[in-house]
């Protein structure tokens, strides 16, 4: 599927979708529980499906509903047969749920796709097999599991994937004996192990975290809160609220948490520092363009990305718009995401008619002048669609967008919000 975008501002308000991150940790809490949970969920993405299909292949029993997902757990006595685990390109399904399969002691098959299975995988990798789950090769598809996970000691290079550290929390409470998780270097994108921590203490898992180390008992049970509502996603809304910071008019943003766990709520804060003005009245949150509010436009600024890096795509846009110069660093993980970001950033953004460069570890951006459009890769990755349609509004000519499905894997509906808005997005062959 190809789009064009005419040029115009963006006007209006839009319900932000609920979390993916919530949704993968609800998800898998529920299916590892003791009893029924209900996921209040009003969306659905191919990542949040691939999740709810892996675990009914492991044993639970996870329905599609008006509203949600109703989630019955995994039986105590699992399949002795292999079971195939259709985790598509969602990096957290596969990291989330390998740990999972090993303490459950199910033998398994994921299917990844795209450029899933080229992802990193150690440290994790390694500390799986030396506690006793055998595994293919690293970059195999399919990737298959055997073998019952044991407790103990587990060393994490904290710098790779939070992803690494979530997938044993979730998977040693289940273990007979007790274990830790040693983190060592700089802890990368933190919120989202915060948002892991956050759900296990939903469905009543023990844990301590202190000094760079989780100290988790074993032999615990989850135990169902009943109902888990998933809240508005940061990430996703940060598209439509960088439109708005980007507009002579506003955009607003309904069904967010002002003081959600979500590290991408950030993205108020550095929006307020490009020079956007921002109002919050109870669930939404309203951007106004600075051009509209006061005689100067957006400036130039430094972003540190470690904590934030699904928020650089749509930054980088916003920076396109900025006078002066905006530096982003500490995102060298994006190379490793559905494509190389930081390449696919700035490619795209330059192809529009942007001055992007890549660093080492990050971009910077020299704006302040209307972009050209043009036709544009999607890289096969969600957030880089996205990020091309925000920068439409601010380009004099129409931005075509190649292979623009790939918006699927996190908000299927997003081209039809973006025309909610007043936006002008017809599809092309």
């Not at 040693?182 to 192990?193: D, H, Q, T, V």
Request: proline share 5%; charged share 20%; with cysteine.
């Amino acid at each position: 599927m190809n789009v064009k975008i005419l040029p115009g501002f963006l006007n209006g308000s839009v319900k932000a979708i609920p979390s993916k991150s919530q949704a993968h940790r609800a998800l898998i809490c529920a299916a590892l529980s003791d009893r029924q949970t209900f996921i209040e969920c009003e969306g659905e993405s191919k990542d949040i499906t691939a999740t709810a299909a892996c675990l009914s292949a492991l044993g639970a029993n996870v329905t599609r509903s008006n509203g949600g997902y109703t989630v019955q757990p995994v039986k105590p006595v699992q399949n002795s047969n292999i079971v195939s685990l259709p985790c598509g390109e969602s990096g957290s399904t596969f990291r989330f749920l390998l740990p999972v399969a090993g303490a459950l002691g199910q033998k398994a098959s994921f299917l990844p796709e795209g450029r899933l299975p080229q992802r990193p995988l150690s440290p994790l990798y390694e500390e799986l097999v030396w506690h006793g789950q055998i595994l293919s090769p690293q970059g195999s598809s399919p990737f298959c599991t055997e073998g019952k996970l044991k407790n103990g000691i587990y060393n994490i290079d904290a710098g790779v994937s939070s992803q690494f550290i979530s997938g044993l929390l979730f998977a040693l409470p289940l273990l007979g004996g007790d274990s830790e998780i040693r983190l060592k270097g700089k802890i990368e994108s933190f919120p989202y192990i915060e948002l892991t921590m956050s759900m296990l203490e939903k469905f009543g898992i023990k844990f301590s975290f202190f000094n760079m180390f989780f100290s988790i008992p074993g032999g615990q049970k989850y135990i169902s809160p009943g109902s888990v509502n998933i809240e508005g996603d940061w990430s996703n809304a940060a598209f439509w609220l960088t439109a708005g910071a980007l507009n002579e008019s506003s955009v607003a943003c309904r069904g967010l948490d002002l003081k959600s766990a979500q590290g991408d709520r950030a993205v108020l804060y550095i929006l307020k520092q490009f020079g956007a003005q921002i109002e919050t009245n109870g669930d939404t949150v309203t951007i106004f363009g600075a051009k509209k509010q006061t005689s100067h436009k957006l400036r130039g600024i430094e972003i540190d990305a470690g904590n934030i890096p699904d928020l650089v795509p749509v930054l980088a846009a916003a920076a396109c718009a900025a006078e002066g110069t905006t530096i982003i660093r500490s995102a060298e993980r994006l190379r490793t995401k559905e494509s190389d970001r930081l390449a696919a950033i700035s490619s795209v953004l330059n192809e529009l008619g942007a001055d992007v460069r890549v660093t080492d570890d990050g971009l910077i951006i020299k704006g302040g002048a209307a972009l050209k459009g043009g036709k544009v890769s999607s890289w096969g990755d969600h957030r880089i669609v996205m990020t091309a349609a925000v920068a439409a509004v601010i380009c004099t000519e129409p931005v075509i967008i190649t292979d623009a499905e790939a918006v699927n894997k996190s908000y299927p509906g997003f081209f039809e919000d973006y025309k909610s808005l007043g936006g002008s997005v017809e599809i092309i062959n």
